[in-house]
T-cell receptor
Framework: DTGVSQDPRHKITKRGQNVTFRCDPI?????LYWYRQTLGQGPEFLTY????????KSRLLSDRFSAERPKGSFSTLEIQRTEQGDSAMYLC????????????FGEGSRLTVL | GESVGLHLPTLSVQEGDNSIINCAYS??????FIWYKQESGKGPQFIID?????DKRQGQRVTVLLNKTVKHLSLQIAATQPGDSAVYFC????????FGGGTRVLVKP
């Protein structure tokens, strides 16, 4: 257990529905990242926060995706009007901003879009 | 562009032998290079990193080598154990991590 928790662990939804994932990072970590991972591939960067500020968002990220970290603690990732191509594992990670490459990942939220 | 890739998708190794996992990168501006291990059903776990101005760093049973001339990164695992069976990713860091595609290591008893 890394101390990063994600909820729900599994979500099955129908195409066109909205889904929301929650991430609770390690409490003293000021950086929070969202990644997406499909089978056999490395995690793909989506976005990251420094405290409550969203500092970068992947150019590959559709407008249907939005993330928030309202009080600099937990974060939510919402996907609107889901498509089958959104099926993946959504990973959250946290770190200190001085940690450079050492991120602590949660176990992920697996999304299946039917 | 920026990319991090791996030469071998699957590596089978006898328990007790040493393992070497290789990775090529293309972004010379990265500050750090990192290795992660991912077991089935879990998120990636940090193993070791190396700063871009270094060429070697050792941890417990692991050594990372960085060759900036040919843009090559490797992870050596000494005396490989069954618990080392996993998928290994190299990644490069500049504000965020960019991961490669992964190598599966299978340890044979």
């Amino acid at each position: 257990d890394t101390g990063v928790s994600q909820d729900p662990r599994h979500k099955i939804t129908k195409r066109g529905q909205n889904v929301t994932f929650r991430c609770d990072p390690i409490s003293e970590h000021n950086r929070l990242y969202w990644y997406r991972q499909t089978l056999g591939q490395g995690p793909e960067f989506l976005t990251y926060f420094q405290n409550e500020a969203q500092l970068e968002k992947s150019r590959l990220l559709s407008d249907r995706f939005s993330a928030e970290r309202p009080k600099g603690s937990f974060s939510t990732l919402e996907i609107q009007r889901t498509e089958q191509g959104d099926s993946a594992m959504y990973l959250c990670a946290s770190s200190l901003d001085t940690a450079f490459g050492e991120l602590f990942f949660g176990e992920g939220s697996r999304l299946t879009v039917l | 562009g920026e990319s991090v890739g791996l030469h071998l998708p699957t590596l089978s190794v006898q328990e007790g032998d040493n393992s070497i996992i290789n990775c090529a990168y293309s972004n010379s501006a990265s500050d750090y290079f990192i290795w992660y291990k991912q077991e089935s059903g879990k998120g990636p776990q940090f193993i070791i990193d190396i700063r871009s101005n270094m060429d070697k760093r050792q941890g417990q049973r692991v050594t990372v080598l960085l060759n900036k001339t040919v843009k090559h990164l490797s992870l050596q695992i000494a005396a490989t154990q069954p618990g080392d069976s996993a998928v290994y990713f190299c990644a490069e860091s500049k504000d965020k991590l960019t991961f490669g595609g992964g190598t599966r290591v299978l340890v044979k008893p």
